[in-house]
T-cell receptor, first 112, second 112 residues
Framework: NAGVTQTPKFRVLKTGQSMTLLCAQD?????MYWYRQDPGMGLRLIHY???????AKGEVPDGYNVSRLKKQNFLLGLESAAPSQTSVYFC???????????FGSGTRLTVV | GENVEQHPSTLSVQEGDSAVIKCTYS??????FPWYKQELGKRPQLIID???NVGEKKDQRIAVTLNKTAKHFSLHITETQPEDSAVYFC???????????WGAGTKLIIKP
């Protein structure tokens, strides 16, 4: 039982490049979330999903796209990376509302 | 929309003393209140949570209290130790919300 696994753990991108971050959970959780956390700051919600095949925008969705084709996976895409997207990205999941999140270990992304 | 305010932003206490962090929420329908601890470079981890039908919950040296009338909840850490140094986040959600609404975080510093 691995919990929430994020890949990759670290990545350096050049401005304009694209990439996909993968979040996988093996707990059969319905809800999944993508957050970004800038240095010394709190968590800001990018996108979330309330079930397989669904996605919704969070607080800071611009420049990102997501997909949830399988219940266990939630993908975050950056189509054209910008230096402002340099951040630590956390994925989280939970089985239902009214229950806490389980976080992945994070992806540290640097855009140069 | 729902808003969660967290105070103080930084708290410095002597080792062995108690620490108290307070959060205020705006949505009276909120019924779930978790607290997360984030050590430097690590993921946020759930340390304790409370639901609206309970006024207080304890787990060893940590406790959370909830005042629904005043719409605030607090984290209490007794006999603080160096390993308590971290950033603590409060959050709140109502059953109608698919996401947690986060406080801005409190950096707790334990002085030896």
């Amino acid at each position: 039982n691995a919990g929430v696994t994020q890949t990759p753990k670290f990545r350096v991108l050049k401005t304009g490049q694209s990439m996909t971050l993968l979040c996988a959970q093996d707990m059969n959780h319905e809800y999944m979330y993508w957050y970004r956390q800038d240095p010394g700051m709190g968590l800001r919600l990018i996108h979330y999903s309330v079930g397989e095949g669904t996605t919704a925008k969070g607080e800071v969705p611009d420049g990102y796209n997501v997909s949830r084709l399988k219940k266990q996976n939630f993908l975050l895409g950056l189509e054209s990376a910008a230096p402002s997207q340099t951040s630590v990205y956390f994925c989280a999941s939970r089985p239902d509302r009214g229950i806490g999140y389980t976080f992945g270990s994070g992806t540290r992304l640097t855009v140069v | 929309g729902e808003n969660v305010e967290q105070h103080p932003s930084t708290l410095s206490v002597q080792e062995g003393d108690s620490a108290v962090i307070k959060c205020t929420y705006s949505d009276s329908a909120s019924n779930y209140f978790p607290w997360y601890k984030q050590e430097l470079g690590k993921r946020p981890q759930l340390i304790i949570d409370i639901r609206s039908n309970v006024g207080e919950k304890k787990d060893q040296r940590i406790a959370v209290t909830l005042n629904k009338t005043a719409k605030h909840f607090s984290l209490h850490i007794t006999e603080t130790q160096p390993e308590d140094s971290a950033v603590y986040f409060c959050a709140a959600s109502a059953w109608s919300n698919y996401q947690l609404i986060w406080g801005a975080g409190t950096k707790l510093i334990i002085k030896p």
